[in-house]
């Protein structure tokens, strides 16, 4: 009786190998749900904590800004060894680890990138490894995460997460655009705009060349960096309310279109071309499909 209830209290001290996957899995799609929903706040988040602790006129602080390198290490690191403990001689681990077209894309232009960048006549490690971060890390995590399983539950909650996330980074965004600029410099970012200074804290906005028209970042760095972010609930929310426009009641029907709508007008206020041109075709791609 004493063991069962151990079990049922504690299921996790089960030295079982299949139990401990299922554990490891659970935990990869927490930490993916944590970093996903977390990852958007981080430029303004750390811009804050470092006035904080550092006062006015710091740059962001190292230690602060590498907590999502080490998240995403940690989640990678759980792929792997789901990875190695699942590697059997079976027709589901050869299609499992098979290489496809993205695959091979993403391998040739790693190596590409590392080729040009060895013989390049100014090669510095420092750099290398600098850049290999920001141009190939991404990359590679892709590789690595989409060879292990996702549950429908972790892709609900992460539809759920970036939707509610998107809407306050929207509305956050569009707020910024007529507050003074005070107001930022007591947050913690630079008292300039559209420049970027290594020694200083980031700038709050941009503005367009020879006025004063800001193009808003947001919780961002930058008005590139949200708009392209914004184009993930956009493409949520868009796909949905054309495909379940027709049988939504008026009430759900109405706030779609809403948040649609607050979703769009934030991405107009960064005056981001690419951004403009991309959302434009994602929203006449899904409604030619209903």
Known sequence: KMSVKICLVFPTIIINSQFSIINL?????????????????????VTVLTKLWMG???????????????????????????????????????KLWKVDFIDLLIILLILLGTVVSIFHFQFSIFNFIFGF???????????ILRRVPWSEWC????????????????????????????FFAWLGYSDMHSLYLPDHPIAAFQQIGGTTLRRIQS???????????????LAIVSSHQWAVGSRATKKRSLLATAYLLLIVIALILTFSRSAWLAAVVMIIKDAAHT
């Open 25 to 45: 899995s659970r935990l990869r799609e927490l930490l993916a749900l944590i970093l996903i929903g977390l990852l958007p706040f981080h430029a303004l988040a």
């Open 56 to 94: 006015t006129g710091h740059p962001p602080m190292q230690a602060l800004a590498a907590w999502k390198e080490v998240l995403l290490a940690v989640i990678l690191s759980i792929a792997i060894v789901e990875l190695l403990r699942n590697v059997k001689c079976t027709i589901e681990s050869v």
């Open 133 to 143: 971060k920001y141009d190939f890390l991404p990359l590679i995590s892709f590789v």
């Open 155 to 182: 892709m609900e909650w992460m539809k759920q997460a970036l939707l509610w996330v998107g809407a306050s980074v929207a509305l956050y965004g569009i707020v910024s655009f007529f507050l003074p600029d005070t």
């Open 219 to 233: 919780t961002m760095s930058g008005p590139n960096q949200l708009g392209l972010w914004l184009l993930i609930p």
